[in-house]
Protein backbone atom coordinates (compact mmCIF):
# COMPACT_ATOMS: atom_id res chain seq x y z
CA UNK A 1 0.00 0.00 0.00
CA UNK A 2 1.15 3.35 -0.36
CA UNK A 3 -0.19 6.55 0.55
CA UNK A 4 -0.76 9.95 -1.32
CA UNK A 5 -2.22 12.84 0.24
CA UNK A 6 -4.23 11.09 3.28
CA UNK A 7 -6.00 8.27 0.82
CA UNK A 8 -4.51 5.06 -0.06
CA UNK A 9 -4.99 2.20 -2.51
CA UNK A 10 -3.36 -0.88 -3.53
CA UNK A 11 -1.11 -1.90 -6.39
CA UNK A 12 1.40 -4.22 -7.38
CA UNK A 13 4.38 -3.55 -6.09
CA UNK A 14 6.57 -5.04 -8.61
CA UNK A 15 6.07 -2.36 -11.11
CA UNK A 16 7.39 0.86 -11.44
CA UNK A 17 5.84 4.12 -10.44
CA UNK A 18 4.41 6.86 -12.52
CA UNK A 19 3.45 10.65 -11.18
CA UNK A 20 0.06 11.69 -12.21
CA UNK A 21 -2.32 14.87 -11.55
CA UNK A 22 -6.18 14.12 -12.63
CA UNK A 23 -7.69 17.01 -14.45
CA UNK A 24 -11.81 16.81 -14.79
CA UNK A 25 -14.68 19.34 -16.58
CA UNK A 26 -16.84 17.37 -14.11
CA UNK A 27 -19.14 19.76 -11.25
CA UNK A 28 -16.91 20.15 -8.39
CA UNK A 29 -18.72 17.11 -6.39
CA UNK A 30 -16.63 14.83 -8.66
CA UNK A 31 -13.64 16.47 -8.81
CA UNK A 32 -10.22 15.57 -6.69
CA UNK A 33 -7.46 18.04 -5.21
CA UNK A 34 -5.08 19.12 -8.35
CA UNK A 35 -2.20 17.34 -7.02
CA UNK A 36 -0.48 14.43 -8.08
CA UNK A 37 -0.39 10.76 -7.44
CA UNK A 38 2.22 7.93 -7.52
CA UNK A 39 0.16 5.08 -9.80
CA UNK A 40 1.34 1.68 -11.17
CA UNK A 41 2.60 2.09 -14.39
CA UNK A 42 0.70 -1.37 -15.41
CA UNK A 43 -2.81 0.46 -14.57
CA UNK A 44 -5.83 0.05 -16.83
CA UNK A 45 -8.62 2.30 -16.37
CA UNK A 46 -10.51 0.06 -14.32
CA UNK A 47 -8.03 0.50 -12.02
CA UNK A 48 -8.02 4.10 -12.30
CA UNK A 49 -11.54 4.27 -11.78
CA UNK A 50 -11.43 2.93 -8.66
CA UNK A 51 -7.99 5.17 -7.37
CA UNK A 52 -10.76 8.24 -8.30
CA UNK A 53 -13.59 6.56 -6.44
CA UNK A 54 -11.33 5.99 -3.41
CA UNK A 55 -10.09 9.81 -3.45
CA UNK A 56 -13.90 10.88 -3.58
CA UNK A 57 -15.05 8.73 -0.92
CA UNK A 58 -18.34 8.90 -1.71
CA UNK A 59 -20.99 6.36 -0.85
CA UNK A 60 -21.71 5.06 -4.19
CA UNK A 61 -18.69 4.26 -6.90
CA UNK A 62 -18.83 5.46 -10.26
CA UNK A 63 -17.02 4.26 -13.27
CA UNK A 64 -14.68 7.16 -14.98
CA UNK A 65 -12.88 6.79 -18.18
CA UNK A 66 -9.27 8.51 -18.83
CA UNK A 67 -8.00 10.45 -21.05
CA UNK A 68 -3.86 10.88 -22.50
CA UNK A 69 -3.88 13.82 -25.46
CA UNK A 70 -6.92 13.16 -26.41
CA UNK A 71 -7.20 9.78 -26.20
CA UNK A 72 -9.52 7.36 -24.40
CA UNK A 73 -6.91 4.53 -22.46
CA UNK A 74 -8.11 1.24 -23.29
CA UNK A 75 -4.24 -0.79 -22.72
CA UNK A 76 -2.50 -0.61 -19.61
CA UNK A 77 -0.70 2.82 -18.68
CA UNK A 78 2.73 1.65 -19.44
CA UNK A 79 1.49 0.80 -23.26
CA UNK A 80 0.03 3.53 -24.12
CA UNK A 81 2.77 5.40 -22.71
CA UNK A 82 4.89 3.59 -25.24
CA UNK A 83 2.52 3.79 -28.38
CA UNK A 84 2.05 7.80 -27.74
CA UNK A 85 6.26 8.02 -27.24
CA UNK A 86 5.15 9.82 -23.72
CA UNK A 87 8.02 9.96 -21.16
CA UNK A 88 7.05 8.30 -17.69
CA UNK A 89 9.54 10.45 -16.39
CA UNK A 90 7.21 13.70 -15.86
CA UNK A 91 3.91 14.16 -14.14
CA UNK A 92 1.55 12.69 -16.64
CA UNK A 93 -1.56 14.88 -16.68
CA UNK A 94 -4.81 12.92 -17.16
CA UNK A 95 -8.17 13.94 -17.66
CA UNK A 96 -10.94 11.88 -16.36
CA UNK A 97 -14.70 11.75 -17.22
CA UNK A 98 -17.99 9.68 -16.29
CA UNK A 99 -17.69 6.44 -18.19
CA UNK A 100 -20.78 5.88 -20.76
CA UNK A 101 -23.05 2.99 -18.97
CA UNK A 102 -24.74 0.70 -21.44
CA UNK A 103 -28.57 1.56 -22.08
CA UNK A 104 -31.48 -0.13 -20.86
CA UNK A 105 -33.25 -2.14 -23.79
CA UNK A 106 -36.87 -1.61 -23.63
CA UNK A 107 -39.60 -4.23 -25.14
CA UNK A 108 -39.57 -4.10 -28.92
CA UNK A 109 -42.29 -2.70 -30.48
CA UNK A 110 -43.70 -4.24 -33.13
CA UNK A 111 -44.49 -4.12 -36.93
CA UNK A 112 -46.15 -5.77 -39.75
CA UNK A 113 -43.39 -5.28 -41.80
CA UNK A 114 -39.17 -4.34 -41.96
CA UNK A 115 -39.10 -1.09 -40.08
CA UNK A 116 -36.59 1.19 -43.04
CA UNK A 117 -36.97 4.98 -41.30
CA UNK A 118 -36.67 5.81 -37.56
CA UNK A 119 -36.52 9.92 -36.63
CA UNK A 120 -36.17 10.67 -33.20
CA UNK A 121 -36.29 14.20 -33.37
CA UNK A 122 -38.91 14.93 -30.58
CA UNK A 123 -39.02 13.85 -27.03
CA UNK A 124 -42.56 13.46 -27.51
CA UNK A 125 -42.78 10.54 -30.40
CA UNK A 126 -41.18 8.50 -32.54
CA UNK A 127 -41.84 8.21 -36.34
CA UNK A 128 -41.13 4.85 -38.01
CA UNK A 129 -41.58 3.80 -41.79
CA UNK A 130 -42.11 0.13 -42.80
CA UNK A 131 -41.80 -1.97 -45.96
CA UNK A 132 -45.69 -1.84 -45.42
CA UNK A 133 -45.38 1.39 -46.99
CA UNK A 134 -46.97 2.83 -43.57
CA UNK A 135 -45.77 5.62 -41.74
CA UNK A 136 -46.13 5.73 -37.97
CA UNK A 137 -46.35 8.01 -34.80
CA UNK A 138 -45.69 6.37 -31.72
CA UNK A 139 -45.63 7.87 -28.32
CA UNK A 140 -43.00 7.09 -25.48
CA UNK A 141 -45.56 3.94 -23.77
CA UNK A 142 -45.40 2.50 -27.26
CA UNK A 143 -49.12 3.52 -28.26
CA UNK A 144 -49.12 4.06 -32.45
CA UNK A 145 -51.33 7.12 -32.58
CA UNK A 146 -50.94 8.24 -36.18
CA UNK A 147 -50.79 5.92 -39.24
CA UNK A 148 -49.42 7.63 -42.50
CA UNK A 149 -51.22 6.23 -45.24
CA UNK A 150 -50.47 6.85 -48.82
CA UNK A 151 -47.47 5.33 -50.46
CA UNK A 152 -47.69 2.54 -52.61
CA UNK A 153 -44.09 0.80 -51.73
CA UNK A 154 -41.28 0.88 -48.51
CA UNK A 155 -40.55 4.57 -46.98
CA UNK A 156 -37.19 4.38 -46.97
CA UNK A 157 -36.31 8.21 -45.17
CA UNK A 158 -38.20 11.28 -43.61
CA UNK A 159 -37.67 14.31 -42.32
CA UNK A 160 -39.42 17.45 -40.85
CA UNK A 161 -39.54 20.33 -42.54
CA UNK A 162 -40.18 23.82 -41.78
CA UNK A 163 -42.83 25.38 -43.65
CA UNK A 164 -43.12 29.19 -43.34
CA UNK A 165 -47.64 29.47 -43.26
CA UNK A 166 -47.64 26.04 -41.56
CA UNK A 167 -49.68 26.30 -38.16
CA UNK A 168 -47.41 26.58 -35.17
CA UNK A 169 -49.45 23.40 -33.62
CA UNK A 170 -48.80 20.98 -36.76
CA UNK A 171 -45.84 19.21 -37.47
CA UNK A 172 -44.60 19.17 -41.18
CA UNK A 173 -43.07 15.97 -41.81
CA UNK A 174 -41.61 14.45 -45.75
CA UNK A 175 -41.31 10.88 -46.32
CA UNK A 176 -39.59 9.23 -49.10
CA UNK A 177 -40.34 6.41 -50.17
CA UNK A 178 -39.17 3.27 -53.14
CA UNK A 179 -42.36 4.37 -55.08
CA UNK A 180 -40.55 7.07 -56.53
CA UNK A 181 -42.23 9.84 -54.69
CA UNK A 182 -41.91 11.79 -51.85
CA UNK A 183 -44.45 13.04 -50.05
CA UNK A 184 -45.65 15.84 -47.25
CA UNK A 185 -47.64 15.13 -44.33
CA UNK A 186 -49.05 17.56 -41.09
CA UNK A 187 -50.29 16.32 -38.07
CA UNK A 188 -50.73 17.46 -34.48
CA UNK A 189 -48.78 15.13 -32.16
CA UNK A 190 -49.79 16.64 -28.99
CA UNK A 191 -53.80 16.47 -29.78
CA UNK A 192 -55.57 13.63 -27.60
CA UNK A 193 -57.03 10.71 -30.05
CA UNK A 194 -59.45 8.18 -28.99
CA UNK A 195 -58.55 5.88 -31.50
CA UNK A 196 -55.45 5.08 -33.77
CA UNK A 197 -55.66 8.40 -36.34
CA UNK A 198 -55.33 7.98 -40.43
CA UNK A 199 -53.16 10.98 -41.60
CA UNK A 200 -53.84 11.93 -45.38
CA UNK A 201 -51.32 13.10 -47.54
CA UNK A 202 -51.15 16.74 -47.87
CA UNK A 203 -49.28 17.00 -51.22
CA UNK A 204 -47.13 14.72 -53.73
CA UNK A 205 -43.95 15.33 -54.96
CA UNK A 206 -42.97 13.77 -58.30
CA UNK A 207 -39.76 13.98 -60.45
CA UNK A 208 -37.61 10.85 -59.16
CA UNK A 209 -37.71 8.41 -62.44
CA UNK A 210 -36.55 5.72 -59.44
CA UNK A 211 -36.55 4.79 -55.46
CA UNK A 212 -36.04 7.66 -53.96
CA UNK A 213 -34.14 6.77 -51.15
CA UNK A 214 -33.38 9.56 -48.84
CA UNK A 215 -34.38 12.96 -47.88
CA UNK A 216 -33.07 15.62 -45.86
CA UNK A 217 -34.69 19.20 -44.65
CA UNK A 218 -32.78 22.74 -45.11
CA UNK A 219 -32.29 24.61 -42.02
CA UNK A 220 -34.36 27.71 -43.76
CA UNK A 221 -37.95 27.03 -44.07
CA UNK A 222 -39.93 25.29 -47.22
CA UNK A 223 -36.81 23.52 -48.40
CA UNK A 224 -36.09 20.03 -48.88
CA UNK A 225 -34.07 17.74 -50.89
CA UNK A 226 -33.94 14.14 -52.06
CA UNK A 227 -31.34 11.40 -53.45
CA UNK A 228 -32.78 8.53 -55.72
CA UNK A 229 -31.67 5.77 -57.83
CA UNK A 230 -32.16 7.45 -60.89
CA UNK A 231 -28.68 9.40 -59.32
CA UNK A 232 -29.90 12.85 -58.98
CA UNK A 233 -30.35 14.71 -56.06
CA UNK A 234 -33.53 17.15 -56.13
CA UNK A 235 -34.29 20.57 -54.09
CA UNK A 236 -37.71 20.87 -53.76
CA UNK A 237 -39.53 24.33 -52.50
CA UNK A 238 -43.27 23.98 -50.65
CA UNK A 239 -45.08 26.51 -51.55
CA UNK A 240 -48.80 27.30 -51.49
CA UNK A 241 -51.79 26.15 -49.67
CA UNK A 242 -51.16 22.46 -48.84
CA UNK A 243 -54.31 20.18 -49.93
CA UNK A 244 -54.88 19.32 -45.77
CA UNK A 245 -58.00 18.11 -43.33
CA UNK A 246 -56.63 20.42 -41.22
CA UNK A 247 -57.15 23.24 -43.79
CA UNK A 248 -60.69 24.53 -43.00
CA UNK A 249 -61.83 25.29 -46.42
CA UNK A 250 -61.02 21.44 -47.56
CA UNK A 251 -62.70 20.21 -44.17
CA UNK A 252 -66.00 21.72 -44.64
CA UNK A 253 -65.82 20.14 -48.43
CA UNK A 254 -64.17 16.79 -48.14
CA UNK A 255 -64.70 15.41 -44.88
CA UNK A 256 -66.54 12.62 -46.26
CA UNK A 257 -65.39 11.96 -49.69
CA UNK A 258 -61.57 12.35 -48.74
CA UNK A 259 -61.17 8.78 -48.09
CA UNK A 260 -62.71 7.93 -51.86
CA UNK A 261 -60.62 10.43 -54.04
CA UNK A 262 -58.57 9.18 -56.25
CA UNK A 263 -54.78 9.29 -56.04
CA UNK A 264 -54.38 11.19 -59.74
CA UNK A 265 -56.43 14.17 -57.89
CA UNK A 266 -54.26 14.75 -54.74
CA UNK A 267 -52.22 17.80 -54.33
CA UNK A 268 -49.18 16.83 -56.75
CA UNK A 269 -45.79 19.07 -57.35
CA UNK A 270 -44.31 17.94 -60.69
CA UNK A 271 -41.23 19.29 -60.84
CA UNK A 272 -38.32 19.88 -58.48
CA UNK A 273 -36.72 23.50 -57.93
CA UNK A 274 -33.35 22.37 -58.68
CA UNK A 275 -31.85 18.87 -60.11
CA UNK A 276 -28.27 18.51 -59.26
CA UNK A 277 -26.24 16.14 -61.44
CA UNK A 278 -23.08 14.67 -60.58
CA UNK A 279 -23.29 10.90 -58.80
CA UNK A 280 -22.95 8.02 -61.24
CA UNK A 281 -24.54 5.20 -58.82
CA UNK A 282 -27.48 5.26 -55.89
CA UNK A 283 -27.52 8.66 -54.16
CA UNK A 284 -27.84 6.84 -50.77
CA UNK A 285 -28.15 9.27 -48.02
CA UNK A 286 -28.26 13.34 -48.26
CA UNK A 287 -27.51 15.85 -45.77
CA UNK A 288 -28.88 19.83 -45.92
CA UNK A 289 -25.78 20.73 -43.74
CA UNK A 290 -26.61 24.60 -43.85
CA UNK A 291 -28.44 26.86 -45.76
CA UNK A 292 -26.06 26.81 -48.60
CA UNK A 293 -24.73 23.05 -49.14
CA UNK A 294 -25.66 19.95 -49.26
CA UNK A 295 -23.90 16.91 -48.60
CA UNK A 296 -24.46 13.38 -50.51
CA UNK A 297 -23.13 10.07 -50.03
CA UNK A 298 -23.24 7.43 -52.78
CA UNK A 299 -22.97 3.84 -54.38
CA UNK A 300 -20.25 5.32 -57.06
CA UNK A 301 -17.98 5.46 -53.78
CA UNK A 302 -18.09 9.05 -53.05
CA UNK A 303 -18.70 11.67 -50.81
CA UNK A 304 -19.70 15.09 -52.12
CA UNK A 305 -20.75 18.75 -51.18
CA UNK A 306 -22.78 20.79 -53.54
CA UNK A 307 -23.51 24.60 -53.42
CA UNK A 308 -27.29 25.01 -53.60
CA UNK A 309 -27.14 28.10 -54.94
CA UNK A 310 -25.14 27.41 -57.75
CA UNK A 311 -25.77 23.71 -57.96
CA UNK A 312 -21.90 23.14 -58.59
CA UNK A 313 -20.29 19.73 -56.67
CA UNK A 314 -17.95 21.82 -54.79
CA UNK A 315 -15.57 18.67 -53.69
CA UNK A 316 -15.37 15.19 -53.63
CA UNK A 317 -14.19 12.34 -51.32
CA UNK A 318 -13.81 8.73 -52.08
CA UNK A 319 -13.57 5.49 -50.32
CA UNK A 320 -13.49 2.98 -52.66
CA UNK A 321 -16.72 1.37 -51.35
CA UNK A 322 -20.34 1.82 -51.96
CA UNK A 323 -21.89 3.87 -49.08
CA UNK A 324 -25.29 3.78 -47.48
CA UNK A 325 -25.42 6.16 -44.83
CA UNK A 326 -23.99 9.42 -43.93
CA UNK A 327 -24.05 12.02 -41.25
CA UNK A 328 -22.52 15.45 -40.36
CA UNK A 329 -20.90 16.58 -36.64
CA UNK A 330 -18.69 15.91 -34.32
CA UNK A 331 -16.06 18.64 -33.47
CA UNK A 332 -17.65 22.02 -34.42
CA UNK A 333 -20.17 19.63 -36.39
CA UNK A 334 -17.89 19.93 -39.08
CA UNK A 335 -16.77 16.42 -39.38
CA UNK A 336 -18.19 13.91 -42.26
CA UNK A 337 -19.25 10.45 -41.01
CA UNK A 338 -20.05 7.88 -43.62
CA UNK A 339 -20.37 3.81 -43.53
CA UNK A 340 -21.41 1.31 -46.42
CA UNK A 341 -20.91 -2.56 -48.26
CA UNK A 342 -17.91 -3.04 -45.61
CA UNK A 343 -17.52 -2.94 -42.35
CA UNK A 344 -15.47 0.07 -42.35
CA UNK A 345 -16.74 3.68 -40.62
CA UNK A 346 -15.36 6.31 -41.75
CA UNK A 347 -14.85 10.02 -40.77
CA UNK A 348 -13.31 12.88 -42.93
CA UNK A 349 -12.90 16.29 -41.79
CA UNK A 350 -13.03 19.08 -44.73
CA UNK A 351 -11.36 21.76 -42.28
CA UNK A 352 -8.31 19.68 -43.18
CA UNK A 353 -6.59 21.34 -45.99
CA UNK A 354 -5.04 19.49 -48.75
CA UNK A 355 -6.23 15.38 -47.59
CA UNK A 356 -8.84 13.87 -49.17
CA UNK A 357 -8.85 10.78 -46.70
CA UNK A 358 -10.56 9.83 -43.87
CA UNK A 359 -8.90 10.38 -40.55
CA UNK A 360 -10.17 8.19 -38.27
CA UNK A 361 -11.73 4.48 -39.95
CA UNK A 362 -13.43 2.29 -37.25
CA UNK A 363 -13.77 -1.33 -38.32
CA UNK A 364 -15.42 -3.90 -36.02
CA UNK A 365 -18.88 -4.29 -37.62
CA UNK A 366 -19.21 -7.73 -39.40
CA UNK A 367 -20.74 -6.75 -42.20
CA UNK A 368 -22.17 -3.87 -43.93
CA UNK A 369 -22.89 -0.64 -42.17
CA UNK A 370 -26.37 0.83 -42.69
CA UNK A 371 -26.58 3.68 -40.36
CA UNK A 372 -24.70 6.19 -38.63
CA UNK A 373 -25.88 9.22 -36.75
CA UNK A 374 -23.47 11.77 -34.73
CA UNK A 375 -24.75 12.42 -31.39
CA UNK A 376 -26.73 15.57 -31.46
CA UNK A 377 -24.53 17.12 -28.51
CA UNK A 378 -21.60 15.71 -27.60
CA UNK A 379 -18.72 15.93 -30.12
CA UNK A 380 -16.88 12.69 -30.03
CA UNK A 381 -20.05 10.28 -29.72
CA UNK A 382 -21.40 8.60 -32.52
CA UNK A 383 -23.45 5.42 -33.54
CA UNK A 384 -23.64 2.86 -36.39
CA UNK A 385 -25.90 0.05 -37.36
CA UNK A 386 -25.06 -2.95 -39.58
CA UNK A 387 -26.48 -5.92 -41.28
CA UNK A 388 -25.16 -8.09 -38.72
CA UNK A 389 -27.30 -7.30 -36.58
CA UNK A 390 -25.45 -4.79 -33.76
CA UNK A 391 -25.79 -1.11 -32.86
CA UNK A 392 -22.60 0.02 -31.81
CA UNK A 393 -21.47 3.55 -30.01
CA UNK A 394 -18.19 4.81 -30.42
CA UNK A 395 -16.14 7.88 -28.71
CA UNK A 396 -14.00 9.31 -31.40
CA UNK A 397 -11.04 8.88 -28.87
CA UNK A 398 -10.58 5.44 -29.34
CA UNK A 399 -10.94 2.59 -31.30
CA UNK A 400 -12.79 0.34 -29.72
CA UNK A 401 -16.71 0.57 -29.51
CA UNK A 402 -17.57 1.51 -25.89
CA UNK A 403 -20.96 -0.29 -26.23
CA UNK A 404 -21.96 -3.10 -28.73
CA UNK A 405 -25.69 -4.18 -28.92
CA UNK A 406 -27.09 -7.22 -30.48
CA UNK A 407 -30.48 -4.77 -31.55
CA UNK A 408 -31.92 -6.89 -34.16
CA UNK A 409 -32.40 -10.71 -34.96
CA UNK A 410 -31.11 -9.79 -38.44
CA UNK A 411 -29.62 -6.62 -40.39
CA UNK A 412 -30.12 -3.41 -38.71
CA UNK A 413 -31.90 -1.02 -41.58
CA UNK A 414 -31.93 2.50 -39.50
CA UNK A 415 -30.88 4.25 -36.31
CA UNK A 416 -31.03 7.54 -34.62
CA UNK A 417 -30.61 9.05 -31.08
CA UNK A 418 -33.87 9.90 -29.40
CA UNK A 419 -34.03 12.19 -26.04
CA UNK A 420 -30.54 13.06 -26.10
CA UNK A 421 -29.58 9.78 -24.36
CA UNK A 422 -31.68 7.29 -26.31
CA UNK A 423 -30.93 5.32 -29.50
CA UNK A 424 -33.95 3.51 -31.21
CA UNK A 425 -33.25 0.91 -34.23
CA UNK A 426 -35.11 -0.81 -36.58
CA UNK A 427 -34.61 -4.07 -38.50
CA UNK A 428 -35.62 -6.70 -41.01
CA UNK A 429 -37.38 -8.65 -37.79
CA UNK A 430 -40.20 -5.94 -37.76
CA UNK A 431 -39.12 -4.63 -34.88
CA UNK A 432 -38.50 -0.70 -33.75
CA UNK A 433 -35.70 -0.89 -30.56
CA UNK A 434 -35.06 1.24 -28.02
CA UNK A 435 -31.96 1.73 -25.75
CA UNK A 436 -32.78 4.46 -22.74
CA UNK A 437 -30.26 6.01 -20.79
CA UNK A 438 -26.80 6.47 -21.76
CA UNK A 439 -25.81 9.23 -19.61
CA UNK A 440 -24.37 10.80 -23.01
CA UNK A 441 -25.23 15.12 -22.32
Not at 89 to 106: D, G, S, T, W
Not at 122 to 134: C, P
Not at 151 to 165: G, M, N, Q, R, Y
Request: with cysteine.
Amino acid sequence: MEEENGYDYAYDESSRQVQVRFTTKLPPHLRVPPTSYAVPANVNRLALSKVINDLLRHEKPQPFDFIIEGELIRTSLEELLLIKGISAEKILNIEYILAVRPPNPEEPWLHDDWVSAVDGSYSSFIFTGSYDSMGRIWKPEGLCTHVLEGHKDAITSAAFVKLSDSSESLLNLVTASKDQTLRLWQFNPNKEVANMKTVRTCRVLKGHTSSVQTVSASPRHNLICSGSWDCSIKIWEISGELETESNGVLLKKRKLEYASLPTKQLDSQAGASRTLEGHTECVSAVVWYEKGTIYSASWDHSVRSWDVETGINATTLGCGKALNCLSLGGESSALIAAGGADNVLRIWDPRMPGTLRPVLQFSKHKSWITACKWHPKSWHHIISASFDGTLKLWDVRSQIPLITLEAHQSKVLCADWWKVDSVVTGGNDSKLRIFADTNIR
